[in-house]
């Protein structure tokens, strides 16, 4: 029997792809859109009728994903390439470049995923010169395409109050590739889009399956690369002195630094130069125009035969506007739509305990006033980490009494910002000792201890039936040199497989019907809420300053994200040092000031951690926090809806802002805030748009 060459099997491997994809290809509808109404309308106030689809050219050559808010078109032949994308909304053309649709550096050797060859001009992008652009031998090559039915990324079980219910629909498309060198058979890069209803946003990623007998080095995956028209003319200038496209807003889920910001915890978006368009205007070719996703310090791992590796998911958000109040209110809507999740906002006291005694104690004041959970706080006398049956018993005794009255009943437990053991400490590079974590010493998510600590999470929650996790870290990032720890090899790997294993604890939660507070970006993985933004020592100032600073936090934390999403403060008792001037015990003794920073985060749609041993210590006090409790539910909807902030808090006049939702009964609800110690009259101009 005679042997088949590699080139030509894999030429009939390719043959037959083309034929399933052409069989593929006829059954999608074929593009006709001349008109879409959506166009007219803006999807913020009015919902897009238009459904996602995935469409094929009359010619057979393209692929068209649309929605009514987007289009984005891909060649096929001879390769597979990204060649219009468009906001409908405002008519943006964002290419002026073919580049390829991933790039994957494998042992050191870079290959383009997709792509054509030969556009000499690099300023725009004309169809007709499509048919003269060829594939490289070397580069991953399309085999066949696949449309189905947008998946969720994560089955969130919800089981509390949330003002989105439902998981996104819309249409996934997968194109296969493979490559034609011998060094890489078996390797084969699947490149997904989702393509969402209602929102002009596609979630792009790849993944890249193993199916030989090798083990290959995975040095970097780019996931997205596309030549982006420029923002500004500049005939001089270094790339990070000019704008960045405003037409196009990116988020990945590889995000963390700290900030309760997504643009600073960012670890994935490069905005570089591109020395093939030569008719730009800057002299030296350095207009920051060519987007790159990828992780910095990430993957670096080593692909074992039959492994998947999965990429970041990079969300790409088309804007039509430079006003950030529009921009924020279209992040918003994205977050309520890919991580419905992140609408649950369950209304919680963060109890500081010794004994079980005082847990019963705060369920039935919970109870007694319309709260919906406890959370055991940091100082309190919970454990997460002792798995011992006497330990899982008696909270599951507590989880349950809780359950009977109604309450949900969370803790806090603490992965960083300790030291464990030179063993399983992360190992700096540098001095190939224990430290240089984010915080000096931590453990490594990776080690025999952080393996560990993430099975014993699990089994807490599955044994006692504990509702709320508050984690503590891990913090940014940590890289770690060990090259003994189970959980990964090495330096290279340790930043990205400490995130798996991170995230595969997030959705075993997320997937449980765990609500998860974490202090970073984590949001589409699965967790549900972060600070909003403050100074800690902050609440040891006086209850009067708090006031304002909390509106000013509450105005500056809504923007870019939701109240649901965001988590104030409010230290019932001492907190990071004050005097009596800062706390609000005895309770009775301080009910306007008490009222006071309820009413204003409930009226935001925040949820604060009430931080102390009760809720109430007289039936005053009882009433005054079961009314307001009483009114935040009866205007829950429209309290959790998005904010129009109208005036930053400042002590010297009024302040306030209004939520907005064209889609409820009542569309809208204003805040006011008066901070003097007169009586004013003013006549207040209230953007009524949304």
């Known amino acids: 029997m005679k042997k088949i060459s590699v ?10 792809a083309q034929i399933v994809a052409q069989t593929a290809t006829t059954i999608l509808p074929v593009w006709n859109k001349r008109y879409d109404k959506n166009t007219l309308q803006d999807w913020l106030v009015t919902p897009v009728t238009s459904k996602a689809q995935v469409y094929t050219s009359a010619d057979g050559k393209d692929i068209i994903l649309y929605n009514g808010l987007l289009k984005r078109v891909f060649r096929l032949k001879p390769n597979v390439a ?46 007709e010169w499509l048919d003269n652009y060829t594939a490289n031998d070397s580069d991953f090559h399309f085999l066949s395409y696949k449309v189905s039915e947008l998946k969720s990324f994560i089955n969130w079980k919800n089981n509390r ?27 084969i890069v699947n490149v997904q889009y989702e393509l969402y209803d209602g929102l002009p946003l596609i979630v792009k990623s790849i993944s890249i399956e193993n199916n030989s007998n090798n083990t290959f080095k995975i040095n970097r995956v780019i996931n997205e690369i596309l030549g982006l028209v420029e923002e500004e003319s500049a005939v001089v200038g270094k790339p990070e002195e000019m704008k960045k496209q405003h037409g196009i807003y990116v988020e990945t889920n590889y995000a963390f630094n700290n900030a309760m910001r997504y643009d600073i915890s960012d670890q994935t978006t490069h905005w570089k130069t591109d020395p093939s368009y030569t008719s730009q205007v800057n002299y030296n070719y350095e207009t920051p125009c ?46 309520r739509t890919v991580a419905p999740w992140t609408t649950q906002n369950p209304i919680f006291m963060h109890l500081v305990s010794s004994n079980d005694e005082e847990v019963r104690s705060a369920i039935n004041q919970c109870a007694a006033t319309g709260y919906e959970a406890v959370i055991l706080s940091f100082g309190s006398h919970l454990n997460m980490e002792d798995s011992s049956i006497a330990n899982i018993n008696r909270w599951k005794i507590l989880s349950d009494y809780a359950h009977s009255k109604g309450i949900l009943l969370g803790g806090y437990s603490l992965f960083s910002s300790r030291r464990i053991s030179d063993e399983d400490d992360v190992i700096d590079v540098k001095t190939g000792k224990p430290g240089g974590a984010f915080f000096g010493n931590a453990p490594c998510f990776g080690s025999k201890w952080g393996l560990s600590y993430r099975d014993k999470i699990k089994y807490f929650f599955a044994q006692t039936g504990f509702d709320i996790w508050e984690n503590d870290g891990p913090y940014p990032g940590d890289v770690c040199a060990s090259t003994t720890h189970p959980g990964h090899k090495g330096f290279d790997d340790s930043q990205w497989r400490q995130m798996e294993i991170q995230k595969d604890l997030y959705h075993w939660l997320n997937e449980s019907g765990i609500y998860i507070n974490v202090p970073d970006w984590y949001f589409l993985d699965g967790t549900n809420k972060i600070a909003i933004g403050y100074r800690e020592v902050n609440f040891s100032l006086s209850r009067e300053q708090q006031r304002i600073l909390n509106r000013q936090n509450i105005h500056d934390g809504t923007i870019e994200k939701t109240g ?7 230290p019932l008792t001492k907190y990071q040092g004050g005097d009596e001037t800062a706390v609000l015990e005895p309770l009775s003794k301080h009910l306007k000031d008490y009222e006071q920073l309820m009413v204003q ?23 005054m926090v079961a009314g307001t409790i009483s009114w935040y539910k009866k205007y829950r909807e429209i309290l959790n809806a998005d904010m129009i902030q109208l005036r930053r808090a400042d002590g010297r006049d009024w302040d306030g802002f209004m939520h907005v939702n064209p889609q409820l009964k009542q569309k ?11 009586k004013i009259t003013r006549t207040i101009k209230l953007p009524l748009y949304y």
């Not at 310090?297 to 039959?306: F, R, V």
């Not at 649901?564 to 409010?570: E, K, L, T």
């Open 161 to 187: 109050w949330a003002t989105n219910n439902k998981n996104a629909t819309g249409k996934q498309l997968i194109c296969k590739y493979a490559s034609s060198l011998a060094s890489l058979m078996g390797i």
């Open 668 to 678: 809208g609800f204003v805040m006011l805030y008066n901070p003097t110690n007169n």
């Open 7 to 16: 080139a030509v099997l894999f030429f009939l491997v390719c043959f037959l």
């Open 82 to 127: 990204c060649t219009d994308y468009t906001n409908l909304a405002n008519g943006q053309q964002l290419l002026r470049s073919i580049k390829p649709e991933a790039s994957i550096t494998i042992d050191g050797r870079t290959y383009a995923v997709g792509g054509l060859h030969g556009q000499k001009e690099n300023a725009y992008l004309l169809r």
């Open 564 to 570: 649901s999403m965001s988590g104030g403060f409010v």
């Open 290 to 335: 060519l987007l790159e996703i990828y992780p910095e310090k990430a993957p670096g791992i080593q692909l074992q035969p039959g492994e998947l590796f999965k990429s970041v998911r990079t969300h790409e958000l088309l804007m039509d506007s430079y006003d950030r109040q529009r921009r924020g209110l279209m992040i918003r809507k994205m977050y």
């Open 601 to 623: 985060y409930y009226g935001a749609g925040v949820q604060a951690c009430y931080r102390g041993p009760r809720l109430y210590d007289n039936e005053a006090t009882r009433q």
